[in-house]
């Protein structure tokens, strides 16, 4: 067990609505059940974004100053006492999301929700309440379990998987957030049949995950929806059939779609992140059968369903990280890429370093990138 503290290289939120600043940070050692590892990638997903710029607001309120960053992927570099599952030098991919295998949830294979260390993770501490990552003795909260914006962090065991010693890092640390949950919100907790007809909304990566979950599900239409153009191009390649820019449309959306496909798609994929348009991902399904799944995130605000439309047979459902089982399901997710079942090359337009992480938060927003990949 390596005891001494590591000083690296971190990007910390210090207050909402700032820009991160590049820091030197202290990392301790791990304590029981927790592991080390040097991130190696980490992409830039929505949702630190939104951690950032929308607390308080489409967010809850979470303790600051954080380290943001959850999609990535590094190599162990030490264990705590207990840990039986990992080594030094296993390639891993961190999870927000985790799997003890013990929980009630766990156990359950409806649900992939595990409850471990559920309320410390949201406030960005470990099992014994504090974190383990600090600028000079200030605690820096960690964030969802991760910290990725660091170039080294401490997880929970229960927070981490293995993957194969050749999957490239800096492509599959993508399957630690965006393209498991559009993937997995498209085949798993859609369950989109072949030939069916989809409309995904947003054409992020996660949404574009969404579309490549229909193609490889065997829909026959893929409609991608998004109000930038710029998106369509990629949507063909991650397998859409057509694309709509609602604000090329005076009728409302869902009105443009139900009209198109002779009374509704089969199964609607909200990745955006707004409530106004899960009703119309929603409404925009068939009615009797039709399938609604929001990945789209937001914390504070509420959704108003006409009653009617779930009334008459339609289906409204939510993913949290594609309903992957994280621990037994990334691996796996990991083994489909290098079969080429699944692309992930395709996703990443950027490659820049920890010091530009601000600029990688611009294009994000500027809709210029899908995922830019941080190497640290
Ligand atoms: P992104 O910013 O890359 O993509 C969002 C897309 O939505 C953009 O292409 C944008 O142009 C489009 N859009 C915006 N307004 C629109 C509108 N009115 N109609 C149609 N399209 C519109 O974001 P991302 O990283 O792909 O994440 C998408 C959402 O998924 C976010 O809310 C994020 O927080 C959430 N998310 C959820 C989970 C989960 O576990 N459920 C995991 C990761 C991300
Ligand atoms: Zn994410
Ligand atoms: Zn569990």
Redesign the pocket.
Known sequence: VNLTVIKCKAAVAWEPGKPLTIQDVDVAPPKVHEVRIKIVATGV???DW?YLYESGKGMKSRPFPLVLGHEAAGIVESVGPEVTKFSPGDKVIPLFLPQCGECERCRSPKTNQCRKNWANMQLGVMADGTSRISYKNQQLYQFLGVSSFSQYTVVPDTSLTKIRCDAPLDKVCLLG??VS??YGAAVKTAKVEKDSSCAV???????LAAVMGCQVAGAKRIIG????PD?FEKARVFGATECIN?RDHEKA?QEVLVEKTGGGVDYALE????P??MNAALESTAEAWGTCVI????ETETMNIMVEKILMGRTLK?????GWKSVEDVPKLVDDYMNKKLKLDEFITHNLTLDQINVAFDL??S?KS?RTVISL
């Open positions: 997903c929505h949702t939104e957030c965006g949950t559009g909304f947003g054409l992020g990566a996660v949404g929806v998004d109000i930038n998106k609602p959306i990745c955006v992140g707004s106004v348009i990945a789209g995130w937001t939510g993913t949290y990280f594609g994000l927003k809709g899908i």
